[in-house]
């Protein structure tokens, strides 16, 4: 028996565009579409955050009098930059914000470096007591760091460190959170394969975390480094105890604003506006690195 030849298929007609296809879909990758409640919500909450924002610009820009009205103003005024120079006349608010850089500065980089450095020995690396010392630095962090303040001013004092910037800058350089961070974002992030690969090339362990580790650990670091400078530049307890008025950060010098019987409301929200801006801008140069990081985790896998 001969087979049936299959029926021959025209070609399509000249000038004629082939249907349109539709691009197939699975339920991993679905492609979903917020509604009008979806960007309703949405907008009500980046109002809701950002108001408070707003309202500090505001209150920096009017006088004391405009904040004790009622109903009160909601637009900016023109009282700002008077604000500002009452700021610089009341507190030394440019030593304070040199300080406050100085010290966050060397906190963020100090902390960054150290905990990716310690997060790779314990995502990577063999040795004895690797669990029983990552237990004991995670266990360090339901200590309240109120309880180790005397202890810690002791030390400082028989150091001669009182009233110096170092005394704020040596506790914070490395943290047990950031420790954890980095151990459990370069447990997903970096192959085991690469540092093999390298080991076989030759390759030793300092080598191995600048060349490999240090590129991969990237948008980690930049998210520990953002939680490290905010947490630091707005820290207050240690630095009122380790520090005096001589040689304030930026929030002990908030403290001496808006003097006298009555607080001038506006004077005190224009140096928290002049302590807030600092904080942005470092969100705003690694905001980037973050938003690369959470995409790499997202799709990751």
Not at 35 to 62: D, E, N, Q
Not at 85 to 109: C, H, P, R
Not at 163 to 168: D, E, G, T, W
Request: hydrophobic share 50%; proline share 7%; glycine share 10%.
């Amino acid at each position: 028996m001969t087979a049936l030849a299959a029926p021959p298929t025209e070609p399509p007609a000249s000038g004629a565009r082939p249907g349109p296809t539709r691009p197939r879909r699975n339920r991993a990758g679905r492609t979903m579409q917020g509604g009008r409640l979806a960007h309703a919500i949405l907008i009500a909450a980046v109002l809701v955050s950002a108001f408070p924002f707003y309202w500090t610009i505001v209150a920096a820009s009017r006088s004391n009098a405009d904040l004790a009205k009622v109903p009160p103003t909601l637009l900016p005024g023109s009282n700002l930059f008077h604000n500002f120079q009452a700021v610089m006349e009341e507190a030394d608010i440019g030593k304070a914000l040199l300080n406050s850089f100085i010290v966050s500065g060397s906190i963020t980089v100090g902390t960054v470096l150290c905990c990716t450095l310690a997060g790779f020995a314990f995502a990577k690396l063999r040795f004895r007591g690797r669990g029983a010392l990552l237990a004991i630095t995670v266990g360090t962090m339901m200590i309240p760091p109120q309880l180790g303040v005397i202890p810690l001013f002791m030390l400082i004092a028989e150091l001669q460190w009182v009233n110096q910037l170092q005394a704020v800058i040596l506790p914070g350089l490395v943290s047990a959170f950031g420790v954890f961070f980095m151990r459990q974002y370069l447990v997903q992030s970096l192959p085991d394969e690469l540092i093999e690969a390298a080991r076989v090339d030759g390759a030793s362990t300092a080598r191995i975390f600048w060349s490999i580790v240090v590129p991969i650990a990237r948008p980690g670091m930049a998210v520990l480094g953002m939680l490290t400078f905010m947490a630091a530049w707005n820290d207050f307890f240690w630095p009122i105890v380790a520090l005096s008025s001589q040689e304030p950060t930026v929030q002990v010098a908030l403290r001496q604003l808006g003097g006298g019987y009555v607080h001038d409301q506006s004077v005190i929200m224009a140096g928290t506006l002049l302590g807030t801006l600092p904080v942005l801008l470092v969100f705003g140069l690694l905001g980037r690195q973050i938003v690369g990081g959470i995409m790499q985790g997202a799709v990751k896998g």
